[in-house]
């Protein structure tokens, strides 16, 4: 069936780095790709998302990037800053929503 | 604007008991979703509704029972609770499908069956 696979489980960055979240999807019908954020104790919450005629998306310290060839996409985080901490979820849709197994982020001081 | 409001927050069952949690919208959203959290395993869903009086199954319903009475709300009811069932449970809402709009969650109700 369709999944998506996400990578890395957990992440840890200093604080100023980078840090880039991969996920692959299955279904090639998916044209619609998703990114949450959930911190401790809530619910996830969009951060930003992508369709797919679309290759790349920014906003602030925050992109995403689209390979529809390949099937993947990512979530680039610039500048980190502890408040970055969190588990990020990717998602893919088609008819349906299906949800990576989530990122958990982590920005040391 | 309170978006997607789940009650309880917390709640603790023995094995065998009922309960039923309540989520709300105000968004006026066709679809609504409940979905459980588990260490490693990402969101599963559970059920899900794509409009009053009808809902359908998702990944893993079993053990749990739905009803969407009024649009703005959508019911999920344990009838006999197993410590398998022990997990943080999520409800979302979305406007459609067409045109593919994200959806929108609750904080969550931590649910532990002891």
């Known amino acids: 069936g369709e999944n998506v696979e996400q990578h890395p489980s957990t992440l840890s960055v200093q604080e100023g780095d980078s840090a880039v979240i991969k996920c692959t999807y299955s279904d090639s019908a998916s044209n619609y790709f998703p990114w949450y954020k959930q911190e401790l104790g809530k619910g996830p919450q969009l951060i930003i998302d992508i369709r797919s005629n679309v290759g790349e998306k920014k906003d602030q310290r925050i992109a995403v990037t689209l390979n529809k060839t390949a099937k993947h996409f990512s979530l680039h985080i610039t500048e980190t800053q502890p408040e970055d901490s969190a588990i990020y979820f990717c998602a893919a849709m088609a008819y349906k929503y299906i949800f990576g197994t989530g990122t958990r982020l982590k920005v040391l001081a | 604007n309170a978006g997607v409001t789940q009650t309880p927050k917390f709640r603790v069952l023995k094995t065998g008991q009922s309960m039923t949690l309540l989520c709300a919208q105000d968004?006026?959203?066709?679809?609504m979703y409940w979905y459980r959290q588990d260490p490693g395993m990402g969101l599963r869903l559970i059920h899900y509704?794509?409009?009053?009086?009808?809902?359908a199954k998702g990944e893993v319903p079993d053990g749990y029972n739905v009803s969407r009475l009024k649009k703005q709300n959508f019911l999920l009811g344990l009838e006999s609770a197993a410590p398998s069932q022990t997990s943080v449970y999520f409800c979302?809402?979305?406007?459609?499908?067409?045109?593919?709009?994200?959806?929108?969650f609750g904080d969550g109700t931590r649910l532990s069956i002891l």
């Open positions: 979302a809402s979305s406007h459609s499908i067409v045109g593919n709009q994200p959806q929108h």
């Open positions: 509704s794509v409009g009053e009086g009808t809902t």
């Open positions: 968004m006026n959203h066709e679809y």
